[in-house]
């Protein structure tokens, strides 16, 4: 095809949906077209693909990688004293494989598939304290911090090859033509994906008579770090609307689709906070009471970096603009302008209160309870 000739690509040789005959008004004759009109950046392009003797351009290859895993544990039990103890236990998870780019001999066709660089620590400390005859303490601690790296193998960037274009990532081009081929792709990009929770709390259980009481609470604090780049380097795509061949598309440098966009970043954290009552009263012999409430705020996702907005409809109806970007459309407003929530863009709820209650009788065995639940959205 690079010499012009598409006769063979366009036959029902290769083609399920039958012959093909290229438009006349982009200068094909009988398939043919003079080599001089092709896009000198799509030849380049074409040359760095691997050669095959196959008429219609197959040509069979493999996304090799060398996984390697690691999963080390560690684990204490410390019995303090008669009274105290200690546990701790660890993870670590390890995952990692270079780009398959790397392990396919040149061939630019396996570079769809990048590399991956993940690690997750998961830390739990727990500590027990009978206090007296009739009171338990329990503390626990967990640390979950998670690292999500994917990677990719640098190729050739748009000036390589003789396109004048700003891209987000150095020396990489991502290039998909309907049933014929592709190179790179956007989700196989450098990007990572960090999210990370800490978390304490505290239960103290007391018996009083035919009472056991239970107070605790808890608190946490989740953040999530992110950053891709699927169309950070500038997709093209090539389907055959031109010509009705998707690689005469290609080559004719006539693109389908173009989109492009600034990396996607996101800096969030999130806090969490429990506290609770409870009872478990025996009345008698076969009737026993359980009834409890917890009180769990719910705190919104605040953006660090600042990257949120909210539409009001009033607003713009009467025609209030943001004193942050006074550019933008009415109706919309931002962190830092009057009656803004903050960094999230919504309220803390405070009134999540769910109680519960709930009877046994054991003679006949009945039970029966009632409950409001509360779920913390992250």
Not at 219 to 230: G, L, P, Q
Not at 313 to 331: D, H, K, L, N
Request: with cysteine; glycine share 8%; proline share 7%.
């Amino acid at each position: 095809m690079l010499n012009g000739d598409f006769s063979t690509v366009a036959s029902a040789q290769c083609r399920a949906q039958g012959n093909l005959t290229l438009p006349a008004a982009f200068g094909f004759v009988n398939n043919r077209i003079d080599p001089a009109r092709l896009s000198p950046a799509a030849v380049r392009i074409a040359r760095m693909l691997p050669t095959t003797n196959d008429p219609c351009g197959q040509i069979a290859y493999s996304r090799p990688t060398r996984p390697r895993e690691r999963q080390p544990i560690a684990r204490v039990d410390w019995q303090l004293d008669k009274s105290h103890s200690l546990f701790v236990r660890y993870m670590l998870s390890t995952t990692f494989w270079g780009p398959a780019f790397e392990n396919a001999n040149g061939n630019i066709l396996a570079a769809t598939l990048g590399g991956r660089d993940n690690t997750q620590h998961s830390l739990a400390i727990g500590d027990s304290m009978v206090l007296s005859n009739t009171i338990v303490n329990n503390v626990r601690l967990s640390v979950n911090r998670t690292s999500v790296v994917r990677t990719h193998s640098e190729l050739f960037g748009p000036e390589d090859v003789g396109i004048k274009m700003f891209t987000y990532i150095p020396n990489y081009m991502n290039i998909t033509t309907t049933g014929a081929f592709s190179i790179n792709t956007g989700t196989e990009t450098f990007s990572f994906y960090k999210p990370n929770t800490y978390s304490l709390s505290d239960d103290l259980t007391m018996v009083r008579g035919n009472h056991q009481y239970g107070f605790g609470g808890a608190m946490a604090v989740s953040d999530w770090k992110t950053e891709s780049n699927i169309r950070s380097m500038g997709p093209f795509s090539f389907s055959g609307g031109v010509t009705g061949l998707p690689l005469a598309d290609f080559l004719l440098g006539r693109v389908f689709e173009f989109r492009e966009a600034t990396p996607f970043r996101q800096d969030i954290k999130q806090p969490y906070f429990a506290l609770y009552g409870q009872d478990t009263w025996r009345v008698s012999s076969s009737v026993t009471l359980n009834y409890g409430a917890r009180w769990e705020p719910w705190f919104p996702q605040d953006s660090v970096d600042r990257a949120v907005y909210n539409f009001d409809v009033e607003r713009m109806r009467a025609g209030t603009r943001s004193t942050v970007y006074p550019q933008a459309p009415a109706g919309l407003y931002y962190p830092g302008d009057p009656g803004f929530p903050g960094n999230s863009g919504m309220k803390t709820v405070w009134s999540n209160i769910a109680p519960r209650a709930g009877v046994s009788w054991d003679r006949p065995a009945v039970r029966t309870g009632t409950a409001s639940h509360r779920h913390s959205a992250r």
